[in-house]
């Protein structure tokens, strides 16, 4: 009996000993990964699905330079957040990561998730030991896999872009639209979202007062596109935009966005 309990003891240790390390790895890896003192060493782990064909090659392929455009934009969004660094995120790749990661369990439940967690965590420590690459803050595992030479079904989400140089402001914007199923990406100004329509054209523009609505968007004034202005700005300047205008007073919270959203027909749930 003594010696059951002996061991019983044993494992307790062994099991809170595991979970201090890692809720203290999880606790330092946050801290690092938003305290904004030095570049983010992202890394980037394309993992092979499969080893042969189209999905093969893909994987083989992938460089740093395929990351450029995202690291513009975060860029661009960690300086609309007050973040001083010129370059936030650094992406790398690294192909050390040499098959898939563990599994989901079948059966998912508390016991077999935490077990799943703990191997997952062990093989994501392992790839970096292997990797020649310095020790990122970040890893990203990205599993490619091979098509069946059928296009998506698109999928009929709003897209919503939101102009705002309050990067706090557009935050909480950002989650409220996006709670209530909209698709929204964030421009600090009217400039960017210009650029930003090229790649990813929206069907509503929400507008902050504190840019100048009657001089800038000339791309997206083209476009015709319902809006959504935050502004005291006259009606001339107002009309430019189109016929469907949506004119908020001062600085509404989201709930007043959304609901001028559905006055636009743009979001139809309660």
Same mark, same amino acid.
């Given at each position: ?7 019983g003891?044993v494992r ?13 790895? #999880?606790w330092l890896?946050r801290? !690092?990964?938003?305290?904004? %003192?030095?570049?983010? &060493?992202?890394?980037v782990?394309p $993992?092979? =699905?499969?080893?042969?064909?189209a999905?093969a090659?893909?994987?083989?392929s ?8 995202a690291?513009?934009f975060l ?14 995120v ?6 050390a ?14 016991l077999?998730i935490a ?11 392992r790839v970096a030991?292997?990797?020649p690459?310095?020790?990122?803050d970040?890893q ?12 998506? #079904?698109?999928?009929?989400?709003? !897209?919503v872009?939101?102009? %705002?140089?309050?990067? &706090?402001?557009?935050s909480?914007? $950002?989650? =409220?639209?996006a ?14 979202a ?5 790649n990813w ?6 507008i902050?007062?504190?840019?100048d609505v ?15 202005l ?13 016929p469907?205008?949506?004119?908020l007073q001062?600085?509404?919270?989201p709930?007043?966005?959304?609901s001028a959203l ?7 749930n309660?």
């Amino acid at each position: 009996m003594a010696a059951r309990t002996f061991l019983g003891t044993v494992r307790l240790a062994l099991l809170l000993a595991v979970l201090v390390f890692v809720a203290l790895g #999880a606790w330092l890896d946050r801290r !690092r990964s938003t305290d904004w %003192d030095d570049t983010l &060493r992202v890394t980037v782990y394309p $993992v092979p =699905a499969v080893t042969t064909g189209a999905g093969a090659s893909c994987n083989a392929s992938v460089d740093a330079v395929d990351f450029d455009n995202a690291a513009s934009f975060l860029a661009q969004e960690a300086a609309a957040y007050g973040v001083s660094l010129e370059e936030p995120v650094r992406f790398r790749v690294s192909h050390a990561a040499h098959g898939p990661p563990p599994a989901l369990p079948t059966d998912p439940g508390p016991l077999s998730i935490a077990l799943w967690s703990l191997r997952l965590r062990y093989w994501a420590w392992r790839v970096a030991a292997d990797d020649p690459l310095a020790n990122p803050d970040v890893q990203v595992f990205a599993v490619y896999q091979e098509g069946d030479g059928r296009r998506a #079904a698109p999928v009929a989400v709003p !897209r919503v872009l939101l102009v %705002d140089s309050d990067g &706090r402001a557009a935050s909480r914007v $950002v989650e =409220a639209l996006a709670d209530a199923g909209l698709e929204v990406r964030h421009s600090p100004t009217v400039a960017l979202a210009d650029e930003m329509i090229e790649n990813w054209p929206p069907q509503v523009v929400v507008i902050s007062g504190r840019h100048d609505v009657g001089g800038a968007g000339g791309r997206l004034r083209a476009l015709r596109l319902p809006v959504v202005l935050l502004t005291d700005a006259d009606e001339d300047a107002v009309g430019t935009w189109g016929p469907r205008v949506v004119r908020l007073q001062s600085s509404p919270g989201p709930e007043a966005i959304l609901s001028a959203l559905r006055d636009l027909g743009i979001v139809t749930n309660s």
